[in-house]
């Protein structure tokens, strides 16, 4: 809900904290602002997004990495770069499980 000026105030407002907390070294609050500057669509913004997402996907943040990996397959669509979005995946999938924040799907 809201209007369309409420909307954008609670997301710069939204955009404030997690750049506080980006330059704090919190790799999720890197990922979410990195993910709302890369929707911004300009190319200063997406420049600026993807160094946060750098930094959190050095923190091996899963998101983060996967996020990346995302971008780079589609800035340049190769076999290449699909298997690195596969792998990717694979490994932050393994990550998660490690740290108990994914449970293995099992057969119905």
């Excluded at 990550?95 to 293995?104: D, F, I, Y």
């Amino acid at each position: 809900g809201g209007s369309g000026a409420e909307r954008r105030q609670a997301r710069a407002q939204a955009k404030g904290w997690f750049l506080k907390a980006a330059r704090l070294g919190f790799p999720v609050a890197q990922t979410e602002l990195g993910e709302m500057l890369y929707a911004d669509r300009t190319a200063q913004s997406r420049e600026e997004a993807i160094g946060w997402l750098e930094k959190a996907a050095q923190a091996r943040y899963p998101r983060a990495r996967i996020d990346l990996a995302q971008l780079r397959m589609q800035q340049n669509p190769t076999p290449e770069s699909v298997k690195a979005l596969w792998g990717t995946i694979m490994d932050s999938n393994a990550t998660m499980m490690k740290q108990g924040k994914m449970q293995p799907k099992t057969g119905q």
